[in-house]
């Protein structure tokens, strides 16, 4: 193979937010061919990176070459081999408030190369190199692509993509889980912000997960956290991760022993994309073996590589110590209210969730409660019953993850080998079970399940009125009442009520909060008369207020010791 691509990225105009991306390559091909990923692995979404891209020019031995552009994302160039090495410019702009593309501003440099770096066709597995430019005073680089003499280097393309880039004058610490050392970076923190707590709480997560793999599969890991005044997410990669949280998450001198729910929230999602070094990056679909960058790779198993690392993520922060049992199940019944809102569940399957990702779960609309699933949060609780299940099998989830890894070395796997898998620690009832759940809308099992495991399910609360109405809706004090979201099967649905509707008042009277609308109802009536603005349009509708119910379930350990909950909660 002839010596790789490299890549000198120049932080070109901090203002304008532009990279200048030069790609030289020494040894091309004749009519060599460049394309930019459309899409970044871990999030299933087709993102045109390419859009962001402009001025691509090429040159070889001094010569202006044309640059012919083949479809929205590939260019050929039509060079000569043996006469020197080709040369490809281009800016990009990065703006992108995100973990899956790129930023630049005067505060902070962040590029996934997925962004940045054009793919030199043919030359895939030839060593990647990248060297930064234009730095200002100051600033640290922080990313686990192997550092060589002048910049970084990967050894081939794919691993090229997977290590993320944080600069500017971020915090950063560090510590040691299993002799492995971590770091964490925290760019835009407040300067209340407690980073010895964050990574001390941080070392018990990846303690505890290690130990549950039996070993990590990296020699060092980090964590690049930016954080925000409103977001949160993250994206895997196979030796670090980038987040991105809201600052009131990060623990301060004021935290309490225990965490605060923004901070456990934040302590979660360090979790699950921890877990993913393991779970989707080395144990991953089969149908990931090989990536294709240029169009979408279809997969049915994101309900296990994403729901059940939504399982875990939370449960081991019961397992190091951060949370206790029951606030564990706060957590837990947070996660099952949010899946029993979307009447979604029982129209899609979690297989068909994962496989239509690419057009449904990230392009959301005001119809996605009612048509889809979530394999994430759906995914979790499925894990919960599985693992519930096998445990009266004498087995649990822990043993079926274990006997994966091991039988695939870490590899891809099959929604047969996982079911197998199952079989053989559960049985046949137990893979029928699983099997039904993910490929069929029925309910799941979780009220039987979590009783026979110590847990008490009981109905908690009432209904707004939105819940009462089947509706999901913005309120402002200045605007009022706008709908999102109309939900299959409710009062609101039947009596007319649409999507982006403004409802101005109700039987007479001007309304700004929805729980007001029951008060202006007179004695023995259910009908509301609602004022709805739709096109600048006025519409009256009548729209039936049903009782309120329960509005949402809560979870309890049941008095008195119970075995089953002992070996899963240790409570």
Known sequence: MSAGPHYRIELADLSAHRYRVTLTLPEPAADQVFSLPVWIPGSYLVREFAKHLSGLRACQAGRDLPVEQLDKASWRVPSEPGAGALMLTCDVYAFDASVRTAWLDDQRAFFNPSSLCLRAQGFERAPHRIELAGLPRGWQVATEMPEVEGGWQAPDYDELLDHPFEIGAHWHGQFEAAGIVHRVVVAGAWPSFDGRRLLADVQRICEAQIAFWGGAPFERYSFLLWAVDDGHGGLEHRASTALICARRELPTAAEP????????????????????????????????????????????????????????????????????????????????????????????????????????????????????????????????????????????????????WQSSQGGPVSEADVLGAVRMLGGDDVAAALHGWVHGTDELPLAELLGAAGVTWRDEGRQTVAQRLGLRVRESALTGVTVTHVLDGGSAQAGGLHARDEILGANGWRLRRLDDAPTLL??????????????????????????????????????????ARQRWLGA
């Open 257 to 404: 022993a225990l965490p605060s729910d923004p901070y456990a929230r934040l302590l979660g999602l360090f979790s699950h994309e921890y877990f993913h070094a393991w779970n989707v990056k080395r144990l991953r679909p089969a149908e990931f073996a090989h990536f294709d960058y240029q169009r979408e790779n279809y997969t049915e198993l994101l309900w296990f590589f994403e729901g059940f690392t939504s399982y875990y993520d939370e449960l081991f922060l019961l397992r190091a110590g951060l949370v206790d049992a029951p606030r564990y199940l706060k957590l837990l019944a947070a996660s099952v209210n949010g899946v029993l809102a979307a009447p979604g569940r029982r129209v899609q399957p979690l297989a068909q969730a994962s496989f239509e990702a690419w057009t449904k779960y990230y392009r959301p609309d005001e119809n996605s409660p009612n048509a889809t699933s979530n394999y994430y949060g759906q995914g979790a609780l499925v894990a919960l019953c599985l693992d519930l299940r096998l445990r009266a099998q004498g087995s649990s989830l822990d043993a079926l993850m274990a006997r994966l």
């Open 522 to 563: 007179t004695a023995g009536t259910h009908t509301l008369r609602l004022l709805v603005s739709r096109d600048q349009r006025l519409v009256e509708l009548p729209v039936e207020l049903p009782p309120a119910k329960a509005a949402a379930i809560a979870l309890s350990l049941t008095d008195g010791a119970h075995d």
